[in-house]
């Protein structure tokens, strides 16, 4: 239902080329003068919808390739929707919890604003966020704990000790719902991860990647900059690693950060 809301909000918009949604299996060609270009995840977090817990809208926006205008429907729909996240004009989310969130950064700072529910209307309430130089929470799904390689492991045992290069114990936060993660992790700093091959580059990494960037942050991969990671295919999943640069630098300085495991868990 929401992608469908999504769909037809840009459709009427007559400003988007061509959307590529998580919850389609190609792009959708709207109209061929739209300048953008929209990729998004709908709803991200769904399996949370039966038990109430925050969920979001995570979407990226980039400009319509002109030099592709001749190709077939098919082809450019698909090449518009590959661009590297370094390509990125826009990019976004909200976040659907105690008060409706919303996040966005044009490349210049990212900045929250809220809806006021008398209006309808959304008030800036978060001018050029910045995530903390430290924070004190990971936030990781640790039941894989077991299926993690042996940097992670060891980065883990080491922030949660108090041990690394913040001095200060690190707590555990973890929703299941990245919206909401990120969102944290944007205010009270950290690392928000997802070390599987589980979240999508196009729809989900790329965006929040051009976000924390913009809020002195990084997206990584554990090892590579997402933004400068060229997609392949518009499903493609990897590990995602979101936080201040301090804590980004000190994770990825213990190499061996990806989990390869990936056995497909039930929960
Ligand atoms: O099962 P894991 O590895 O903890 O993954 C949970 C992550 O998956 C997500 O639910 C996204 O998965 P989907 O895109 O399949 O909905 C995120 O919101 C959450 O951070």
């Known amino acids: 239902m929401t992608n469908e809301i999504i769909l037809s ?33 709908p709803l991200d977090g769904s399996r949370n919808i039966e038990v109430s ?3 979001g809208t995570i979407f990226g926006i980039y400009d319509r390739l002109v030099e592709l205008d001749q190709l077939p429907v098919e082809e450019k729909a ?7 996240g370094s390509r990125l004009v826009a990019a976004g989310y909200v976040l659907y919890s105690s008060a409706t969130i919303f996040c966005i950064s044009f490349g210049a700072g990212t900045h929250g604003f809220t809806l006021d529910r008398s209006t309808g209307e959304f008030v800036l309430t978060h001018p050029s966020m ?11 799904n640790d039941a894989r704990y077991f299926d993690w390689p042996e940097g992670l492991k060891k980065y883990i045992d080491t922030i949660r000790q108090g041990k690394g290069q913040h001095p200060k114990k ?14 944290r992790t944007i205010i009270y700093g950290g690392v928000a991860m997802n070390p599987r091959d589980h979240l999508r580059l196009v729809y989900e990494a790329n965006p929040l990647s051009f976000l924390a960037e913009q809020a002195g942050g ?13 997609p392949v295919k518009l499903h493609q999943r990897l590990p995602l ?14 190499g061996d950060v990806q989990q390869k495991v990936n056995p497909g868990y039930d929960v």
């Open 78 to 84: 698909q090449l518009n929707s590959l661009q590297s």
């Open 130 to 140: 910045q995530i903390p130089p430290r924070g004190q929470i990971y936030s990781v």
């Open 241 to 254: 690693f979101l936080g201040r640069m301090e804590d980004m630098l000190e994770l990825e300085s213990y």
């Open 9 to 41: 909000s840009l459709q009427s918009s007559g400003k988007v080329a061509v959307v590529a949604s998580e919850e389609n299996d190609l792009p959708v060609w709207l109209c061929d003068d739209g300048p953008y270009v929209v990729v998004t995840d």
């Open 218 to 230: 990084r997206g990584s991969d554990g090892k590579t900059r997402i933004l400068s990671i060229q």
């Open 170 to 183: 690190y707590s555990a936060r973890y929703v299941c719902s990245l919206v909401a993660d990120f969102h």
């Open 53 to 55: 817990i925050p969920t």
